[in-house]
């Protein structure tokens, strides 16, 4: 569960197991599922536009000899765009999928929601189509974790490519350009790992961002606000 908790649930923070028997009292069983409609509805357009994106931004800075295939730069930029695109598309999904999932502080007025149309409801309401966007600005920082995965990517399969050819010419065999698959999975996953460390905090600044107001006010209200806010009252273990 990456959503921080607040107010009467502060004391929780960094426990997962008192979180977890939180949510069982508040909710029941049940309550370990919420935001799961939302993620299986939201995951196959997310990922649908991040690769058509990334492909067709990949193949047009190749076309238009900006950036050639391959190059660092095309794949820096096909990254980023790819997740902007997906980002700006998909993210009511995930901010309906964020406030079902965290934790309310009835003390601060805050409400549990029972339902995603009670929930889509609620923030139509108070804060208007906008707060279907909160939380954007940290999602567009956290495109560079798309940007840095596909640059990782890249280039550890040319290097593990050039090693094996390498060798494959010491065998008196002919050149490749193909890797066995599992290869390509765990350079994927390597990828995948450093870029998720690199660019983790904006996702503690994005949840924060798409919290219920706290007795009517919202505590964070931009994304450096909140990692100023964050780091100022946690440290950098609060990121």
């Given at each position: 569960?990456?959503q ?68 660092v730069?095309n ?8 997740g ?6 998909t993210n ?132 450096w ?15």
């Amino acid at each position: 569960m990456s959503q921080a908790v607040h107010g009467e649930f502060a004391s929780a923070a960094g426990h997962p197991v008192t979180i977890a028997q939180k949510i069982l009292a508040e909710s029941g069983v049940r309550g370990f599922w919420k935001g799961l409609r939302p993620t299986l509805i939201g995951i196959i357009p997310a990922r649908s536009i991040y690769f058509y994106a990334y492909e067709q931004t990949k193949r047009n800075l190749d076309r238009k000899e900006w950036l050639p295939e391959g190059s660092v730069g095309n794949a820096i930029v096909s990254g980023f765009m790819a997740g902007v695109a997906s980002n700006t598309l998909t993210n009511p999904i995930w901010m309906v999928k964020t406030r079902m999932q965290l934790l309310a502080d009835h003390t601060a007025g805050q409400v549990a929601y029972n339902s995603y149309g009670e929930t889509i409801n609620a923030i139509m309401k108070e804060e208007g189509i906008g707060g279907f966007y909160k939380g954007l600005s940290a999602s567009y920082w956290g495109c560079t974790e798309g940007a840095i995965q596909f640059l990782l990517y890249e280039r550890v399969k040319s290097r593990l490519l050039d090693i094996t050819n390498e060798q494959r010419e010491k065998d008196g065999l002919p050149p490749t350009k193909q890797l066995p698959k599992k290869t390509y999975f765990f350079s994927a996953a390597f990828a995948k790992g450093i870029a998720s460390m690199l660019t983790y905090p904006h996702e503690v600044a994005r949840t924060r961002l798409r919290e219920q107001a706290r007795s009517g006010v919202f505590k964070y209200k931009g994304m450096w606000s909140s990692i100023g806010i964050i780091a100022r009252e946690e440290g950098r273990g609060g990121e």
